[in-house]
């Protein structure tokens, strides 16, 4: 038996790639799930009502999916170029910081909510670039891996937002409780639905992943960015400015990160705390990787990821099986979706 590469995947194979992966993944679940003494169909039928079966699971679950679509499109946008971000977390979380402190700006809470709004989601943003430009520095510039750097990075970053928290944007009102000064109620982002936590951050969420689509498939950009992934030096050979297409797919990668958090803190939260992100980050890579770096599928493949976390509580108070199941599940997801995409590329021969 060999394995030999195929000349070119057919669409069907890569289409139905990730759903093969997905249901090997609930398979292996419900096995755990059944030895844990559960009914398996019981146990899946009581995660989708959980998640869809209210008004509150559907809101929830797609205020749990905003900050994934975001975090799973900043993983998408570096790996397609072959720039590994592993990042996402610190970028997250130094993009609610920043908007915490941007808070504190005089005068910020007397201009227009619209104004004020966009101001902060531009300062998550670039909080999230400059974090990622670090590392992206030095790999052009000394050849250092990135995998480690922006890995690393993510504990910095986390300690760096603990140290202001517990410092200059610590709140006087919150009792000694470790929280950043509220953001201004004019940057707080509207309701989507009365009387839930759904904001207006899903359709920033959705539009951005339909304008990553866009750039990635339409612009010279995009094509720069695919050739630097699929092959550097012969993209470089052929005329793409290696260096700086780097540094753009840095600023967008991290820039999606940044605004993840700022979303977050300014929709959900309203202050920043060090439990503000429950692996938001490294969640982004497993959808990312669900979705087969398509921004389009990064929609779905978050929507799953938020279907598990937020279904899984109900069927764990209901039945007894851990939560845990969520996260076993959406990490099953991703050793099989890497299965899937190999076979995607090669066919068994004798």
Same mark, same amino acid.
């Given at each position: ?91 997250? *979380?130094?993009? /609610? ?13 007397? /201009?227009?909510?619209v104004l004020v709004i966009l101001l902060c989601l531009c300062v998550g943003a670039l909080a999230g670039m400059a974090l990622l430009l670090v590392p992206v520095g030095l790999k052009l510039r000394f050849g250092t891996d ?27 009102? /919150? ?51 695919? /050739? ?23 600023c967008l990668s991290g820039g999606l990160a940044g605004l993840a958090g700022a979303i977050e803190v300014m929709g959900v939260k309203g202050y920043v705390t060090t439990d503000l992100s429950p692996n938001y980050g490294y969640?982004?890579?497993?959808i990312a990787m669900l979705a087969n770096l398509n921004p389009i599928g990064v929609i779905g493949a978050a929507l799953f990821s938020a279907v598990m976390f937020v279904g899984a509580d109900s069927m764990s108070r209901a039945?007894?099986?851990?939560? *845990? ?20 590329? *090669?066919?068994?021969?004798?």
């Amino acid at each position: 038996m060999r394995f030999e590469r195929r000349e070119q995947p057919s669409t069907a194979l890569t289409l139905l790639a990730p759903l093969g992966a997905i249901a090997a993944a609930l398979a292996m679940s419900g096995i755990l799930i059944a030895i844990a003494g559960a009914n398996v169909f019981e146990a899946f039928g009581l995660i989708l009502r959980g998640a869809f079966g209210s008004r509150l699971g559907i809101t929830e679950t797609l205020t749990r999916a905003t900050p994934l679509i975001l975090t799973g499109l900043a993983a998408a946008v570096a790996f397609r170029a072959k720039l590994w971000n592993i990042g996402g977390e610190g970028q997250f *979380y130094l993009g /609610a910081l920043a908007v915490a402190a941007f808070g504190l700006v005089p005068g910020l809470a007397s /201009a227009p909510p619209v104004l004020v709004i966009l101001l902060c989601l531009c300062v998550g943003a670039l909080a999230g670039m400059a974090l990622l430009l670090v590392p992206v520095g030095l790999k052009l510039r000394f050849g250092t891996d990135e995998v480690v750097t922006t890995l690393l990075l993510n504990f910095v970053a986390v300690l760096f937002v603990s140290m202001m928290i517990e410092g200059p944007l610590k709140d006087p009102l /919150a009792f000694g409780w470790p929280q950043s000064v509220p953001v201004p109620d004019a940057a707080v982002l509207p309701q989507l639905v009365e009387r839930s936590r759904l904001h207006a951050g899903l359709i920033v969420a959705l539009v951005l992943a339909v304008v990553v689509w866009w750039i990635q498939s339409r612009t010279v950009f995009g094509m720069q960015s695919r /050739a630097a992934g699929l092959n550097a030096r012969a993209a470089e050979f052929a005329g793409v400015p290696l260096g700086r297409t780097l540094v753009v797919v840095a600023c967008l990668s991290g820039g999606l990160a940044g605004l993840a958090g700022a979303i977050e803190v300014m929709g959900v939260k309203g202050y920043v705390t060090t439990d503000l992100s429950p692996n938001y980050g490294y969640s982004g890579i497993v959808i990312a990787m669900l979705a087969n770096l398509n921004p389009i599928g990064v929609i779905g493949a978050a929507l799953f990821s938020a279907v598990m976390f937020v279904g899984a509580d109900s069927m764990s108070r209901a039945l007894g099986v851990p939560s *845990y199941i969520a996260d076993v599940t959406v990490a099953l997801s991703l050793l099989t979706m890497l299965v899937a995409l190999f076979l995607t590329q *090669y066919r068994v021969r004798r």
